[in-house]
């Protein structure tokens, strides 16, 4: 049994498994090794001495440059290690190689097949406000229908937000774009659109943003407009629970599945076990002909050429290094560097660098060649990998992931969240401790990787996939956690 683990073969350090004691031999593989310092599980330690300047290698590709001298066995961490980002670089387009497509033995789940061709993964009503100020209206219309239409259909939720008014320009389009995305997902059977009435994101220019094919199973309601806003909301979504509550499941292809991956609070063991697995997903659901959406823009940082690197055109290499060097642009302008990242959490659970941080996350996208680039509020149409922009932040990008038409959420987590999203999402812990310890917000343990290996780890996992598609609640759904997050970025007036 190995105590750490070294990645590549490249690499001159490795990440402990297990707290390690300091001057206890220590297993690096067929490497002998003695630590010098107590190395915390998820950390790193020196395999060999790394001279002041020289680049600290994992992945098999730089997370930085020494800030000092390293001896081997050392802790590498913020103190002696550093971030070699800078706000630009040049990236190398090469026409992609030919890969052989990946094996599929195409499993299937029960979905709610849709009008439109998609199938969904549950058959709720959404009530979207387009304002905060009928945000708590929203909510208890959502409560008081829950009860009324209980056991009917697959659930009945309100997704309130603090905006839609106040906002000018792009920050404006952001949240109408994010909102009518949200009201075509094929997760809701009806949607019912709730505005004040004199608000910036007006009912009828949302209204236009949605194509007039997918408004069937769309309700719109000003509340200035009616003397009980509340009742009038009601009567409103007994009308759509009618036209969508005998709807019933039907099997449906591995294809039909629209997956979305995100990490949150990583830890040193995400990069090893959770990401990999959850790119083992990405991989199995795009060799069905199924689509992968992958986001969080700036936790791609220092890892980006990978991904570019499984560009399928020059255009879709492009609009990836364009929309990356955006985001960057977006950062410098604000007066933050671009390496402004790790979270105190990833650091106390052993990531040091942008660049340690982006190279595990990026595997979340598996080896799936990428097709298509959508800007926030856009949707994945095309088979394969989609990149989407949005930030990094948990409850912005899983929202952006279900707008752009996500019905299962891979999310993998080394601390640790509660956080729950509109499209049934599964947390992936990324060490059995975690899982063990919040059982009550963890899914599924991608530590029994270590034990078990990736292919029996792969199994389970795409088993309860399946399961959860089929109709099993995932933890966040079962504990009523169910919100969105718009991404707010322009002036308040």
Same mark, same amino acid.
């Given at each position: 049994?190995?105590? $750490? ?9 490795? /990440? ?10 220590? $297993? ?7 630590? !010098?310092?107590? !190395? ?12 002041? *300047? ?9 997370? *930085?440059?020494? /800030? ?48 439109? @061709? ?11 406000? /387009? ?6 209206? /929203? ?25 839609? =008014?106040?906002? %000018?320009?792009?920050? +404006?389009?952001?949240?109408? *774009? %994010? ?10 059977? @009806?949607?019912?659109?709730?505005? +004040?009435? =004199? ?13 007039? *094919? ?48 995100? =990490? ?95 190279? @595990? ?25 989609? #990149? #989407? ?29 509660? #956080?729950?999203?509109? $499209?049934?999402? %599964? ?67």
């Amino acid at each position: 049994m190995t105590d $750490a683990i070294r990645i590549h073969a490249a690499d001159n350090v490795a /990440t402990a498994l297990a707290d390690l004691a300091a001057d206890s031999a220590v $297993a690096v593989g067929s490497q002998r090794l003695i630590p !010098i310092e107590p !190395i915390a599980r998820g950390h790193k330690l020196a395999l060999a001495p790394i001279a002041c *300047g020289a680049s600290v290698i994992k992945y098999g590709f730089p997370i *930085g440059v020494a /800030t000092a001298d390293i001896a081997a066995g050392a802790l590498v961490h913020g103190h002696n290690l550093a971030t070699a980002l800078t706000g630009s670089d040049d990236y190398v387009y090469a026409p992609p190689l030919a890969v052989p497509p990946l094996a599929s033995s195409a499993p299937s789940f029960m979905g709610y097949a849709r009008a439109d @061709g998609r199938v969904g993964t549950r058959n709720e009503i959404w009530i979207l406000p /387009t304002v905060g100020c009928v945000g708590n209206l /929203t909510a208890r219309v959502a409560r008081t229908a829950a009860v009324r239409h209980s056991g009917r259909l697959d659930g009945i939720h309100a997704f309130k937000h603090p905006f839609g =008014c106040s906002q %000018l320009g792009d920050d +404006l389009g952001h949240t109408r *774009g %994010l909102l009518a995305a949200l009201a075509q997902h094929p997760n809701a059977g @009806g949607v019912l659109i709730v505005g +004040l009435g =004199c608000e910036s994101n007006q009912l009828t220019a949302l209204l236009d943003t949605i194509p007039e *094919g997918r408004r069937g199973h769309i309700r719109t309601l000003s509340a200035q407009a009616v003397e009980d806003d509340e009742a009038a909301s009601l009567a409103l979504v007994d009308e759509l629970v009618e036209a969508c509550a005998d709807t019933r499941r039907t099997p449906a292809p591995l294809s039909a599945l629209t997956l979305g991956v995100k =990490c949150g609070g990583s830890d040193g063991l995400s990069g090893l076990t959770a990401n990999p697995l959850a790119g083992r997903m990405a991989d199995a659901v795009a060799a069905a002909e199924g689509k992968v959406i992958l986001t969080e823009i700036p936790e791609l940082f220092g890892a980006e050429q990978l991904l570019l690197d499984r560009a399928v055109s020059r255009d879709v290499f492009d609009r990836t290094a364009q929309l990356v060097q955006d985001f960057k642009a977006y950062f410098t302008r604000n007066g933050e560097p671009v390496s402004e990242n790790p979270s105190p959490g990833n650091i106390a659970g052993g990531i040091t660098t942008l660049e340690e941080k982006s190279l @595990g996350a990026v595997q979340k996208g598996g080896q799936v060649p990428l097709v298509d680039v959508q800007l926030y509020g856009g949707e994945a149409t095309l088979p394969g990998l989609t #990149l #989407l922009e949005a930030p990094g932040n948990d409850a912005v990008s899983s929202t952006a992931l279900t707008a752009a038409g996500a019905t299962v959420i891979l999310f993998t987590t080394g601390r640790g969240t509660p #956080l729950g999203f509109p $499209a049934p999402t %599964l947390k992936i812990a990324s060490n059995s401790e975690l899982a063990a310890r919040k059982s009550g917000w963890i899914d599924f343990d991608a530590g029994m990787v270590i034990g078990d290996g990736f292919d029996i780890a792969s199994d389970a996992l795409l088993d309860l996939i399946i399961a959860t598609a089929s109709g099993k609640l995932t933890r966040a759904e079962a504990n009523e956690e169910r919100d969105i997050a718009i991404w707010k970025s322009g002036v308040t007036l």
